[in-house]
T-cell receptor, first 112, second 112 residues
């Protein structure tokens, strides 16, 4: 497709469940980023991949958060043992080297 | 203190007005500056992107960067109701390559 695609668009989970969020970047974009956006706030950086290598995971809030991009294209953000404070919009962005990032529409995660 | 400060507004203006949106930052390592527009339940959409101090114009939009004052602005001329959205400043090239640091976002409403 023409843009960054994220699925699912909405996810509701019970506290303690594991969730997996998918990102399909723009074709040919080597860089992929995950951000977390709380209500009324700007996005906050979680992690960054260049191809399949995870070069920065400094923004992941705890070891319950894990991201992968095994073939350098599609990426999955996994959250284990979800907590209420994990409720947020999770945004994925991709870019070519040294070019601006283009964002998907996000996954809105609600933890009950 | 946050690395990037942005007045959340909300800002309400009549159609046709000139809108000024601003961000200040504290980390002089930031090298590139972006403005994104975000409609409700959508991802951020890139509006403007610049590396250098000075002005950059694109249609009704002008981005201004003053690195000496650590101050960036976005001006919207002849504002339209379709400009109603949240505007996010984003700065990159600081402590981690590729990572963007966002302001909180300013909510703008342009009323007919």
């Amino acid at each position: 497709g023409a843009g960054v695609s994220q699925s699912p668009r909405y996810k509701v989970a019970k506290r303690g469940q594991d969730v997996a969020l998918r990102c399909d970047p723009i074709s040919g974009h080597v860089s992929l980023f995950w951000y977390q956006q709380a209500l009324g706030q700007g996005p906050e950086f979680l992690t960054y991949f260049q191809n399949e290598a995870q070069l920065d995971k400094s923004g992941l809030p705890s070891d319950r958060f894990f991201a992968e991009r095994p073939e350098g294209s599609v990426s999955t953000l996994k959250i284990q043992r979800t907590q209420q404070e994990d409720s947020a919009v999770y945004l994925c962005a991709s870019s070519k080297d040294n070019q601006p990032q283009h964002f998907g529409d996000g996954t809105r995660l609600s933890i009950l | 203190q946050k690395e990037v400060e942005q007045d959340p507004g909300p800002l309400s203006v009549p159609e046709g007005a000139i809108v000024s949106l601003n961000c200040t930052y504290s980390n002089s390592a930031f090298q590139y500056f972006m403005w994104y527009r975000q409609y409700s339940r959508k991802g951020p959409e890139l509006l403007m992107y610049t590396y250098s101090s000075g002005n950059k114009e694109d249609g009704r939009f002008t981005a201004q960067v003053d690195k000496s004052s650590k101050y960036i602005s976005l001006f919207i001329r002849d504002s339209q109701p379709s400009d109603s959205a949240t505007y996010l400043c984003a700065l990159g090239g600081g402590t981690s390559y590729g990572k963007l640091t966002f302001g909180q976002g300013t909510i703008l409403t342009v009323h007919p």
